[in-house]
């Protein structure tokens, strides 16, 4: 038997493509769009908000590595290129899967610094030193998407035949222990470790306003500001977490009772589920950021006018990671929201 040949319909597998197809076009148009705007106002930027711009390239990173063969497979009926293309292709997945877990978790733990601290992140959080953990980050990344080639571990292809990854059903005696550690310190650690900080940045905000005395109608649009970064935050990690959490689940059925128990066409449904998961930030950023969606709508309008060129603006001010500082000085009328927000905290906090 062919292992490298489709085991669905062919209907299934044109289906499959043109999916694959829809994800690649929106996975690559978001990311770029958010690069762009980075790009832009890459003087004003501040050091957090190189996460972002990290996470970003790894989701835009699987969408051109991975992406285009998975569609020509689909096509085709079977997986293109043999055991080369597969090894390739599983790695790269792992990779940039394994980057975005651990981009979601440094983000997560500057914004929980951040919040408790209630400093400005420059006496936090360095250029330097938000360099060297996206390094670390990229690092961490392929030290786990090379286990497998050095032995601990095994890519293979999917039940369905169209796509490759980590060999599940062929791990349950060579390679269960690098199941259990990739499981525990990719995926169990890196989830408690967003609730626990996105829960604690919740209570430290809410002890905040009460302890002040800042009541909503006081502050409205600042409270809903807070709670829209706080939202934005959150549903990036929960975005990513529940898109692969179904393929994490049949993997781990199919290391215990074998992926032939599976139908391939219940297989592919979890899998297709993860890879849309490069699809959510951008939109996640577009519905809950407001000067986000007001620079792409620019952006889109000044593109279709004839005599006008493509522009944007430097503000996506909403969709920041970091505070101002709590020096209690009055700034100017303009300045974003996120800005006066978290300066105030920061005053009522000393």
Do not use: Q
């Amino acid at each position: 038997m062919d292992i490298y040949a489709s085991a669905l319909s062919p209907w299934l597998d044109i289906g499959m493509g043109c999916f694959l197809l829809l994800v690649a076009v929106l996975s690559i148009t978001g990311n770029l769009l958010v690069l762009i705007m980075a790009f832009k106002r890459s003087s004003k930027m501040k050091p957090p908000e190189l996460l972002s711009v990290n996470l970003a390239v790894t989701d835009l990173g699987a969408a051109i590595t991975m992406y285009p063969l998975a569609m020509a497979s689909a096509w085709s009926h079977r997986w293109l290129g043999g055991n080369a293309t597969c090894v390739y292709y599983a790695l790269a997945g792992f990779f940039f899967g394994v980057a975005s877990i651990m981009n979601l978790v440094i983000m997560a733990v500057v914004r929980f610094i951040v919040s408790i601290n209630m400093h400005s992140p420059r006496e936090k959080i360095s250029w330097r030193n938000m360099k060297l953990l996206c390094v670390w980050i990229w690092l961490y990344a392929l030290m786990w998407a090379l286990f497998p080639i050095l032995g601990w571990g095994r890519y293979g292809p999917e039940p369905f035949g169209l796509s490759c990854s980590l060999a599940w059903g062929n791990m349950k005696d060579e390679g269960f222990s690098f199941v259990i550690s990739m499981f525990v310190f990719n995926l169990l650690v890196p989830t408690i470790i967003l609730i626990c900080c996105y829960f604690g940045i919740a209570i430290k905000l809410y002890i905040t306003y009460k302890k002040a005395g800042i009541s909503y109608n006081r502050m409205p649009n600042i409270i809903k500001l807070h709670r829209r970064l706080l939202i934005i935050a959150v549903l990036i990690s929960l975005g990513f977490l529940c898109s692969w959490t179904p393929y994490g689940m049949v993997s781990l059925w199919s290391i215990f009772r074998g992926s032939h128990s599976i139908p391939p066409e219940v297989s592919l449904l979890p899998c297709m589920f993860a890879k849309s998961s490069t699809v959510y930030n951008p939109l996640i950023y577009y519905f809950f950021s407001r000067s986000f969606k007001a620079e792409v709508n620019k952006l889109r309008l000044s593109c279709l006018a004839p005599t006008k060129l493509c522009r944007v603006t430097h503000s996506i001010d909403d969709n920041t990671v970091y505070v101002l500082g709590n020096d209690g000085k009055a700034r100017a009328a303009r300045r974003s929201l996120p800005e006066i927000t978290e300066t105030i905290l920061g005053t009522t906090e000393g």
